[in-house]
């Protein structure tokens, strides 16, 4: 298994592009998350989807954000248009079920200038 | 509103001591909790975790302990080495639901 796979490993855009960030989660995992993590809130929940449906979305911080999982093996991250403010490391993860551990991907490092 | 709260952002130990990890968390209904180890660079990888019908899960150097009137938990490293140094972050959920909220983690220094 290759575990989660996360596309691209560092993005360098300037403030008002559109940023994509992709996510493949592990076969057969019911669940897929999208987390930021910064020094000042740590690993902070922005969304997450279960058997492809958005089920929570309150921790995306702006309508600039939005995320897709249009089949079980792929989700998209959207920021448009990007701001210096969203230069953080962004994280997918993967759960097959309630009260099993979740896998993360190595994380795509996002620099807004 | 932090509701899984890691209040110590560093700790320092010896090698071949043990480390002692914190988290408190202010959702009664949370029943379900891991640790995770993260270092530079890469993803956060899954350590122990520990169901709220137990007090004490234990994984060779690693131990869980959950007390659930004080809402707290806490990680065990014993012996600490080298190698455990690292960011450490505790992670909790709640009954059904499959959102897992973190922390904002500990990072660990182990010294030779």
């Known amino acids: 298994d290759a575990g989660v796979i996360q596309s691209p490993r560092h993005e360098v855009t300037e403030m008002g592009q559109e940023v994509t960030l992709r996510c493949k989660p592990i076969?057969?995992?019911?669940?897929l998350f999208w987390y930021r993590q910064t020094m000042m809130r740590g690993l902070e929940l922005l969304i997450y989807f279960n058997n492809n449906v958005p089920i929570d979305d309150s921790g995306m911080p702006e309508d600039r954000f939005s995320a897709k999982m249009p089949n079980a093996s792929f989700s998209t991250l959207k920021i448009q248009p990007s701001e210096p403010r969203d230069s953080a490391v962004y994280f997918c993860a993967s759960r097959r079920q309630v009260r099993t551990e979740a896998f993360f991907g190595q994380g795509t490092r996002l620099t807004v200038v | 509103d932090q509701q899984v709260k890691q209040n110590s952002p560093s700790l320092s130990v010896q090698e071949g001591r043990i480390s002692i990890l914190n988290c408190d968390y202010t959702n009664s209904m949370f029943d379900y909790f891991l640790w995770y180890k993260k270092y530079p660079a890469e993803g956060p990888t899954f350590l122990i975790s520990?169901?709220?019908?137990?007090d004490k899960n234990e994984d060779g150097r690693f131990t869980v302990f959950l007390n659930k009137s004080a809402k707290h938990l806490s990680l065990h490293i014993v012996p600490s080495q080298p190698g455990d140094s690292a960011v450490y972050f505790c992670?909790?959920?709640?009954?059904?639901?499959?959102?897992?909220?973190f922390g904002k983690g500990t990072k660990l220094t182990v010294n030779p």
């Open positions: 992670a909790a959920s709640q009954g059904g639901s499959e959102k897992l909220v």
């Open positions: 520990i169901s709220s019908i137990k």
């Open positions: 076969s057969g995992h019911n669940s």
